[in-house]
């Protein structure tokens, strides 16, 4: 499996679903999504399978500029802690 980026309205609230496989090549292309959402941004992360240090460092990024972050697997959860190298 790819990459599926799926931008979802909810109230008041943009949610950004990611599906499959982050990886550099698909950071520009999350970037372009979340670009385009005026307000909050939420990232739904429950299908998101993989994610290489790019990615990591995307989804680091969008939640500095204030996006909420839900659904994350324990796998890429550790991911997301893990100290950079």
């Known amino acids: 499996m790819g990459l599926r980026i799926t ?3 909810r109230g008041q609230v943009t949610i950004i ?11 520009p292309e999350l970037e372009k999504a979340c ?3 005026e307000g909050p941004l939420c990232l739904d992360l429950a299908n998101l399978l993989s994610t290489d240090a790019a990615g990591v460092r995307a989804i680091h990024e969008l939640e500095h500029r204030g996006a909420a972050v839900v659904g ?13 190298a």
């Open 72 to 84: 994350v697997l324990p796998y890429i959860q550790k991911l997301l802690d893990a100290k950079p």
């Open 35 to 37: 670009a385009a959402v």
């Open 7 to 9: 931008t979802k309205g």
């Open 17 to 27: 679903q990611i599906d499959g496989q982050l990886a550099a090549d698909g950071v």
